[in-house]
Nanobody, 114 residues
Framework: QVQLVESGGGLVQPGGSLRLSCAAS????????MGWYRQAPGKQREFIAA??????NYANSVKGRFTISRDNAKNTVYLQMNSLQPEDTAVYYC?????????WGQGAQVTVSL
């Protein structure tokens, strides 16, 4: 069983930055995919970024602005978000895919507004 605890959300002005963290308890391996999704009001949950091994992948909408990283020793994945815009406002969810099961965090609200 894996549990994910997210932190770091909040309110930021356009152009600002935030860093989300997601700490996983349980057995996580470096080759397991850890990633981030987001869901804006009235929209479907969408993929943002993922990291497995030494590889990373990003949605086009955040490429060049967001950076995913992970500390395997701490079983933690981060999402550094720069140049935030109002359209980035959403609940951000951490995700771990072990191949057999997918786990989700509780979500962290990110609001980008003046």
């Amino acid at each position: 069983q894996v549990q994910l605890v997210e932190s770091g959300g909040g309110l930021v002005q356009p152009g600002g930055s935030l860093r989300l963290s997601c700490a996983a308890s349980g057995s996580i391996f470096s080759f397991n995919v850890m990633g981030w999704y987001r869901q804006a009001p009235g929209k479907q949950r969408e993929f943002i970024a993922a990291a497995a091994g030494v590889g990373t992948n990003y949605a086009n909408s955040v490429k060049g602005r967001f950076t995913i990283s992970r500390d395997n020793a701490k079983n933690t994945v981060y999402l550094q978000m720069n140049s935030l815009q109002p359209e980035d406002t959403a609940v951000y969810y951490c995700n771990v895919n072990t191949g057999a099961t997918t786990y989700w965090g509780q979500g962290a609200q990110v609001t980008v507004s003046l």
